[in-house]
């Protein structure tokens, strides 16, 4: 899988969008971009998930470069349950692999 | 529709002991796959299943066994329990790997 590189941590206010990017230069053509939160202590929820073209859902949008080698997660009205781990995963099919994620902090 | 449940939520071994993780599924994922989380890091990925009768390591194998003999039931087993496998360990499953995961609560274990 394509290793992935995402900032450790960064902070957000309440009810303005949260822009969380991923570099994942070495993709290789038939790997997902899989965005995945962690809340404290609790098992990883899937956010999002896509392939080449922008995708949007109940919880936030993904924005795929043309190049596919970096994206951004969109969370488009942060609140302070939004706060969590933030994993960006680059993958084929099988084997989920997280990283060290983005420690998002939603602030009021 | 229950998703993915794990037992136990707690438990406290001593070393040496074996004892088996569960998990279930009532989705018919094909995918599971084990965990674990020690504290202040990520997720390592222990075991990974394909599909019932099929198993495979992932990055942190050792001192754990996995059997897939149902599509619902993937248990995790320790052979003899040592203080490095205190851990959190999450059981997770996908209906075909492509889509998204859906993660147990988790099984919280202290080795003595």
């Known amino acids: 899988d394509a290793k992935t590189t995402q900032p450790p941590s960064m902070d957000c206010a309440e009810g303005r969008a949260a822009n969380l990017p991923c570099n994942h230069s070495?993709?290789?053509?038939?790997?997902?971009v899989y965005w995945y939160r962690q809340i404290h202590s609790q098992g990883p929820q899937y956010i999002i998930h896509g392939l080449k073209n922008n995708e949007t859902n109940e919880m936030a949008s993904l924005i795929i470069t043309e190049d596919r080698k970096s994206s951004t997660l969109i969370l488009p009205h942060a609140t302070l349950r939004d706060t969590a781990v933030y994993y960006c995963i680059v993958r084929a099919q099988s084997k989920l692999s997280f990283g060290a994620g983005t420690t998002v902090t939603v602030r009021a | 529709n229950a998703g993915v449940t794990q037992t136990p939520k707690f438990q406290v071994l001593k070393t040496g002991q074996s004892m088996t993780l569960q998990c279930a599924q009532d989705m018919n994922h094909e995918y599971m796959s084990w965990y674990r989380q020690d504290p202040g890091m990520g997720l390592r990925l222990i075991h990974y299943?394909?599909?019932?009768?099929?198993?495979d390591q992932g990055e942190v194998p050792n001192g754990y066994n996995v059997s897939r003999s149902t599509t619902e039931d993937f248990p995790l087993r320790l052979l003899s329990a040592a203080p490095s496998q205190t851990s959190v360990y999450f059981c997770?499953?996908?209906?075909?790997?492509?889509?998204?995961?859906?993660f147990g609560s988790g099984t919280r274990l202290t080795v003595v």
């Open positions: 070495t993709i290789s053509g038939n790997e997902y």
């Open positions: 997770a499953s996908s209906y075909d790997g492509f889509y998204g995961y859906t």
């Open positions: 299943s394909v599909g019932a009768g099929i198993t």
